[in-house]
């Protein structure tokens, strides 16, 4: 069983910069690819970026490809979504999510566990 929990979003002006984390608990940390997605009022819960089990392979919606960037650090049990020049349309609660198959996937229905999300607001 994993348990994770985002932390990092908060309010920024357009064009500024934040972290997101993304803690766990498990001794399989390691072997689950990881994924953010993010869900704006009234709208469905897309896709943001993955990265594989070990870090090797990424991937990333157009919308945020040469903005975001995820990493892990499997030694700590942590991931990460580096966010540059954001956009108010960025604005979303980023949810954390983990799928056991090590692979990674676009679909929200392959992850197996998910944080409760952090919201992330940038005004214009």
């Known amino acids: 069983q994993v348990q994770l929990v985002e932390s990092g979003g908060g309010l920024v002006q357009a064009g500024e910069s934040l972290r997101l984390s993304c803690a766990a608990s498990?001794?399989?940390?390691?072997?689950?690819?990881m994924a953010w997605f993010r869900q704006a009022p009234g709208k469905e819960r897309e896709f943001v970026a993955a990265?594989?089990?070990?870090?090797?392979?990424?991937s990333y919606a157009d919308s945020v490809k040469g903005r975001f960037s995820i990493s892990r650090v499997n030694a700590n049990n942590t991931v990460y979504l580096q966010m540059n020049s954001l956009k108010p349309e960025d604005t979303a609660v980023y949810f954390c999510?983990?799928?056991?198959?090590?692979?990674?996937?676009?679909?929200?229905?392959?992850?197996?566990?998910w944080g409760q999300g952090t919201q992330v607001t940038v005004s214009s």
């Open positions: 498990g001794r399989t940390f390691g072997t689950y690819a």
């Open positions: 990265i594989n089990w070990s870090g090797g392979s990424t």
């Open positions: 999510a983990a799928d056991s198959t090590r692979w990674i996937s676009w679909d929200a229905y392959e992850y197996d566990y």
